[in-house]
Each structure stands twice: as structure tokens, then as C-alpha cells.
């Protein structure tokens, strides 16, 4: 009871009722455009980019390429990873990481991983909500690696564990060991904490939030209609507390709008970030 309580602090029978209930299609909006962005990036990767095309629309580029501009005195490269990545911290500074919860095909792979964790029961047990916002901590120390690496090593070490590279050319090389149980790690980590890569790990959903206290728009809870259900804590894939502030102010939203979706009460919406200061 104790572990209810600490872990779900709304009505537990009814959370748990939800997640039998649900399966990726509960935002069809958003689900569609995700759909439309891993379908575009399977076109344009493996059909005109080739194997080693994710480095070429991967919005990382945006901190590596630079970086490597300047070290090395090459010219610019990778020009569409890096507008897809200032795209993403432009469009942050209106909603909430939308890149992340709209476009990124990554962030629909490991939402889709851990809905069929849920589906499963392996998913665990809801992150405290301390925890859940301390642990964004490891993918800012990815981050601070990635750049002093890049720096260091003048190449593009985010290679060795990362998923999108590796998704689209395992079949063509031959995957390093310690890349194995990197991707090992974040599949693991996905299925059992949804978009767990998202939460604690990808370097540049650590990047696009720091942009989130400076967006327009945040996600407000109107407090007096809202009856407790829990059904908005169970639907957010980035594991957000809704029980502690009327705005939510969390680094880790990534503008998904579930919360809106799941809300019987209709208590959420889209609010100025200003006005609520
Ligand atoms: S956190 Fe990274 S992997 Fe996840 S959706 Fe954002 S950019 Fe994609
Ligand atoms: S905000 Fe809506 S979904 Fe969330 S607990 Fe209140 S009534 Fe339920
Ligand atoms: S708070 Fe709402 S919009 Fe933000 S990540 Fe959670 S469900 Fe999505």
C-alpha cells in the first residue's frame, strides 16, 4: 500500500484499468505525424542517403558538426542534420521540446518500445517524480561528454552508442561489442521506462531543454475540476508529476499534448508561460 501510494499518488484502480486499455493509437493527431516521420526517414535513409545516412538528418549535428568546424577548418557538413537541429530548439522556444514528442522517429521508437512494455507488464513501476527529473541529470553528462570527446578525438563519437546510426547500418557493418551492449542498455531501458533513451540518455533532448523555461506555451491543469483519476500521469510517456503544480514546468515534456487527450475532466490546456509566473 505504501509503495501505491508512493509511486501512484492518484487513484491506482483507475491508472490501472488505463494502461490495459491503451496502445500507442490514444493521440491519433500526433501518431499520424510520427508515423509520417519514421516513414519519411526510412525513404530517405535507406533509399537516397544510403546506410550511413542518420548522420546527415540527425539534429545532433547541430553541437558536433560546429565543433568540428572549428577544430578541424573543414567546411560545414551534414547542413540538413543541422537545420532539422536548430529547427527543433527554435520550435522549443514556442512548445515544449515539440520536436521530441512530434517528429523525432528515435522518440517514436522507444514511445512504441515502452508501450509494449506496458502491454507486456515488464514496464516498471511509475519513476518517483524526484527521481524521474534528477535522472535528466545523465543525459547532460552525455552531452558534456559528446562535446569534450568531439573536441578531443576531432570525429563523430556519438557513433558508438548511438541508436539511430546503428538502426540503419547494422546491416551493412559490423557492430562494435561495446556498441552491442550500449544499445543493449537503452533498449532495456526503453522497454522498461518509457522513451527511457529520451528521459535520462539522448543528448539532444538534454540540449532542447534548456530551451523549455524560455517557450511560449506550457502546459497548464486546471486544479478545480480535476477529480484525481491519475489518468493524465498515466498517459504521459515522459513520466510527469501532475499532482504538484497547476503549470508544468518539467524540463522533460516534450509538448505531446496526451495529457490533454486523457483527461475525462477536460482540465488541461494549452496556456502563456508568462501569464502563469
Ligand atoms: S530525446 Fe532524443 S531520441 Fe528522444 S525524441 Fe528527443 S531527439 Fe529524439
Ligand atoms: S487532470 Fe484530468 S486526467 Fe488528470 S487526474 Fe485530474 S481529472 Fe484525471
Ligand atoms: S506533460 Fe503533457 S504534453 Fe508534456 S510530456 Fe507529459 S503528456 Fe506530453
Known amino acids: 500500500m505504501l509503495a501505491k501510494?508512493?509511486?501512484y499518488p492518484y487513484n491506482y484502480q483507475n491508472m490501472k484499468r488505463y494502461s490495459l486499455r491503451r496502445f500507442f493509437f490514444k493521440n491519433i493527431f500526433r501518431s499520424i505525424v510520427q508515423l509520417a516521420f519514421v516513414a519519411a526517414m526510412v525513404v530517405i535513409i535507406w533509399l537516397i542517403l544510403g546506410f550511413t545516412g542518420a548522420h546527415n538528418i540527425c539534429p545532433w549535428t547541430i553541437v558536433e558538426v560546429p565543433i568540428l568546424v572549428l577544430r578541424a577548418g573543414v567546411g560545414f557538413f551534414f547542413i540538413w542534420g543541422m537545420i532539422i537541429g536548430a529547427a527543433g530548439i527554435v520550435m522549443t522556444c514556442f512548445y515544449p521540446r515539440i520536436f521530441c514528442g512530434w517528429f523525432c522517429p528515435l522518440g517514436t521508437l522507444f514511445e512504441f518500445i515502452?508501450?509494449?512494455?506496458?502491454?507486456?507488464?515488464i514496464s516498471s513501476k511509475r519513476i518517483p517524480h524526484w527521481l524521474n527529473e534528477r535522472m535528466r541529470v545523465f543525459s547532460i553528462g552525455v552531452l558534456i561528454f559528446l562535446v569534450l570527446g568531439t573536441i578531443v578525438r576531432g570525429t563523430?563519437?556519438?557513433?558508438?552508442?548511438?541508436p539511430a546510426f546503428w538502426i540503419c547500418a547494422a546491416w551493412k557493418i559490423s557492430?562494435?561489442?561495446?556498441?552491442?551492449?550500449?544499445?543493449?542498455?537503452?533498449?532495456?531501458?526503453?522497454?522498461?521506462v518509457k522513451r527511457g533513451f529520451c528521459r535520462y540518455v539522448c543528448p539532444y533532448g538534454a540540449l532542447t531543454s534548456f530551451f523549455v523555461p524560455i517557450s511560449i506555451h506550457a502546459i497548464g491543469k486546471n486544479l478545480e475540476v480535476c477529480n484525481n483519476c491519475g489518468l493524465c500521469a498515466?498517459?504521459?510517456?515522459?513520466?510527469?508529476?501532475?499532482?504538484?503544480?497547476?503549470?508544468?514546468?518539467?524540463?522533460?515534456?516534450?509538448?505531446?499534448g496526451d495529457c490533454l487527450k486523457s483527461c475525462p475532466k477536460d482540465a488541461f490546456s494549452w496556456?502563456?508561460?508568462k501569464s502563469s509566473r
Open 5 to 7: 501510494t508512493l509511486f
Open 271 to 273: 496556456i502563456s508561460r
Open 156 to 162: 563523430l563519437v556519438c557513433t558508438i552508442a548511438c
Open 114 to 121: 515502452g508501450d509494449i512494455g506496458i502491454k507486456l507488464h
Open 175 to 192: 557492430v562494435p561489442i561495446i556498441t552491442v551492449l550500449f544499445l543493449l542498455c537503452w533498449f532495456i531501458l526503453s522497454i522498461r
Open 234 to 256: 498515466q498517459a504521459c510517456p515522459m513520466g510527469i508529476d501532475f499532482n504538484v503544480a497547476f503549470v508544468v514546468k518539467s524540463k522533460h515534456c516534450i509538448g505531446c
